[in-house]
């Protein structure tokens, strides 16, 4: 099980990663390497099924990471078959931060016409409600995992075929959902109508891929072929290919912005675009919105670097690392002390003296959460030497929840929640904090004309508390939307 950071509290968490391939020999095997290039989506637990003709369907759920857990041959044999999906988490709903195996994805059902594998990235926002109708009518649930309610809604269809029975059940569901899904013989994709989460077709040999991200289509030599599209449902099979279709009610497409700033790998492509090329452009325009005199453009590794880069590039103000990340941090401390625990950020990052003393430097972070990170990485600058500290943020100011499944601390934990730009300055102690605008994020993502306040291109609700898909369960909590 990997450890807790006290790092990780002030960053929001990635959501899950999903992955599944058909038409290949030892579908497991390419699976495990998916998901492990997908770890940065989840890193407390993992799971494959498979199906072969032989063996029926197989599965393993783990705890922790999939270098740990399906990297064996012992496993892996276990494990037979040329279809299989996989699943890797980090809990957005049930039981966060402390996932049971129970709720370890993909889930599995038994139908009348055969079994059923799932594996869901996303959140469901109707779930709660769902769920207490599922029981009501006499559903067991297994887990606390609101996307289990899908194998529940399969189970209540009066579909013919499982397909079927899965595109009735997520029409019942709101919210964000990128889903792969297996049958015996079929690997199924769908998008949720506004295509919060992404998902992406590759093509591998005679076989297909679905992956959460197109870097995990190259770690198994697998060309992308494109996009899921929003509200599209695709069933792939060895014999017959893809067959797509549009089962749900179009809607413009709200794409989550967060995933260009932040939770996917700089080497995967989104929307027809670099995400380091986007990453890279975000530091540019924030460069030309927030130009500071200053020696030195540093990034917070790893996520603000491509930001950086693009700073320096619009600056002329060289680039530097000035902080050194240990990237062997968190598997090497078994049992942390409150001692180490209280060295916080310093066990996964270092500074870089000779580089940064006596200089005023540009720090460059992709996003202040609580802003705890923000405050000890200053002091940690200041403190060898640094002659001023200025923080240039890569994503506005991150001020209320997200609901579509990122892990987002309680409205009133973000410090973008309850202080203005200059208060935030302010309380964190540094020389100038500025964070990019929302037009000047959308600018970085490919639209020149800024964000259209009549119709968002992309979902942007944690920046401006503007949900497009309305957070029933939380309302239903007592959550305040905006005014
Ligand atoms: S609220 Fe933020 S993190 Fe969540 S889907 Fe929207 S843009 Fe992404």
């Known amino acids: 099980m990997p450890l807790a950071h006290p790092f990780d509290d002030d960053k929001l968490k990635e959501e899950c990663g999903i992955f599944g391939v058909v038409g290949v020999a030892d579908a497991a095997n390419f699976v495990a390497l998916g998901l492990h290039a997908l770890q940065h989506r989840g890193q407390e637990a993992g799971g494959i099924v498979v199906h072969d003709a032989e063996h029926g369907f197989n599965s393993a759920r783990r705890m922790g990471y999939v270098r740990d857990n399906f990297t064996s041959a012992e496993l892996l044999q276990t494990l037979p078959g040329n279809i299989g999906i996989g699943h890797v988490r980090y809990s957005t709903a049930g039981n966060k931060g402390q996932t049971a195996i129970r709720d370890v994805q993909p889930f599995f059902g038994e139908f009348s016409m055969g079994g059923a594998a799932i594996a869901h990235n996303g959140n469901l926002t109707n779930a709660a409600a769902l769920r207490r109708d599922l029981i009501d009518r006499g559903a067991i649930f297994q887990s606390s995992s609101d996307s289990e309610c899908i194998i529940h809604l399969m189970a209540r269809s009066m579909g013919r075929n499982i397909p079927d029975r899965m595109e009735e059940a997520l029409r019942k569901a709101e919210g964000a959902f990128s889903v792969v899904a297996m049958t015996r013989t079929k690997l199924m994709g769908v998008r949720d109508p506004l295509g919060v989460r992404p998902l992406v077709l590759g ?158 430097i540009i720090l460059v972070d992709d996003s202040v959460v609580r802003g705890t990170t923000t405050r000890k990485i200053k002091d940690m600058l200041l403190d060898a030497g640094a002659a001023e500290v200025h923080f240039r943020i890569a994503s506005p100011p991150t001020a ?20 203005t730009e200059d208060e935030m300055r302010d309380h964190l102690g540094v020389d100038s904090l500025r964070f990019i605008s929302l037009d000047g994020l959308y600018r970085a993502a490919g639209h020149a004309e800024g964000r259209n306040n009549a119709c968002p291109q992309f979902c942007d609700a944690c920046f401006s508390g503007e949900y497009p898909i309305k957070p029933t369960d939380m309302i239903a909590k007592g959550f305040e939307l905006k005014s």
């Open 203 to 360: 093509k591998i040999g005679d076989g297909w891929a679905l992956s959460s991200e197109t870097c995990a289509l190259d770690i198994i030599g697998a060309e992308f072929v494109r996009e899921i599209e929003p509200g599209e449902m695709v069933v792939i099979s060895a014999k017959d290919g893809v067959q797509s279709h549009f089962p749900f009610r179009r809607q413009e497409p709200r794409f989550c912005i967060f995933e260009q700033v932040y939770f996917s790998r700089p080497d995967s492509i989104l929307s027809g675009r670099s995400v380091y090329e986007t990453r890279r452009q975000i530091g540019v325009e924030l460069a030309r919105e927030a130009p500071v005199d200053a020696d030195l453009v540093c990034p917070v590794p790893d996520s603000g670097t491509p930001a950086a880069i693009g700073f320096s590039h619009e600056s002329g103000i060289p680039y530097g690392m000035g902080i050194i990340r240990n990237q062997y941090m968190g598997r090497t401390f078994i049992e942390p002390t409150d001692a180490i625990r209280n060295m916080g950020v310093r066990l996964k990052l270092n500074v870089n003296r000779a580089l940064i003393a006596g200089k005023r």
């Open 400 to 419: 209320w929840p997200c609901f579509y499944g990122v892990d987002t601390p309680q409205r009133e934990k973000l410090i973008a929640a309850t202080m």
